[in-house]
């Protein structure tokens, strides 16, 4: 079975722009979620999809969105990037159900200059 | 809103030796998972406790959930370069099982020397 997939692996973009990164989940998994990851701030939950709905949010703002698709196949969006949206963003996904254990993605690096 | 805090921030330690990662929490926790973290790269699992008490082992890691169920312990025995990494420990923020939204400590990143 094919691991989590995130495209592109490193991404470099400057102030102002926009980004959109993908992620696609292992077979059969419904649910993905988004994280960031920094140094300062460790990694923080951006937020969860299921079956196309956002079912859970975190504490971010709302430059930074996210859709799944009918596939599970999610996408995440930040705009108006600053210089502080620098990070590792991991993806990962799960089955529905219970304590389930979510699979990471190799994560996309995003430098903003 | 519940705090993981991981201890200590960083350990080197000579090939061979044991070791002791820990992860306590600010509330109760509903299902502790732990997770080994390459430089950069994703999350791999290792293993989810959740019952107060609990212990599960894999290889020469062991993990265990106190009977209080406020913090976790990850040991490594006889410690190999291939342990090096970064550990996380995380938990579900709410009872009632995983939404999807785990909350994590900040890591401990473990050293190996040969």
């Known amino acids: 079975k094919a691991g989590v997939t995130q495209t592109p692996r490193y991404l470099i973009k400057t102030r102002g722009q926009q980004v959109t990164l993908s992620c696609s989940p292992i077979s059969g998994h419904r649910s993905v979620s988004w994280y960031q990851q920094t140094p300062g701030q460790g990694l923080q939950f951006l937020f969860e999809?299921?079956?196309?709905?956002?079912?859970n949010k975190g504490n971010f703002p709302g430059r930074f969105s996210g859709r799944q698709f009918s596939n599970s196949r999610s996408e995440m969006n930040v705009s108006t990037l600053e210089l502080g949206d620098s990070a590792l963003y991991l993806c990962a996904s799960s089955l529905v159900g219970d304590y389930n254990e979510q699979f990471f993605g190799p994560g996309t690096r995003l430098t903003v200059l | 809103s519940q705090e993981l805090e991981q201890s200590p921030q960083s350990l080197i330690v000579q090939e061979g030796k044991n070791l002791t990662i820990n992860c306590t929490s600010s509330?109760?926790?509903?299902?502790l998972y732990w997770y080994k973290q390459k430089y950069g790269e994703g999350l791999i699992f290792l293993m989810m406790l959740q019952k107060g008490g609990e212990e599960k082992s894999h290889e020469k890691i062991t993990a265990k959930l106190d009977e209080k169920k406020q913090q976790s312990s990850l040991h490594i025995t006889a410690s190999q370069p291939s342990h090096a990494g970064i550990y996380l420990c995380?938990?579900?923020?709410?009872?009632?099982?995983?939404?999807?939204?785990?909350?994590f400590g900040k890591g401990t990143k473990l050293s190996v020397k040969p």
């Open positions: 995380g938990a579900d923020p709410i009872t009632g099982g995983s939404q999807g939204n785990l909350i």
């Open positions: 999809y299921f079956s196309e709905t956002q079912r």
């Open positions: 509330k109760t926790l509903y299902g």
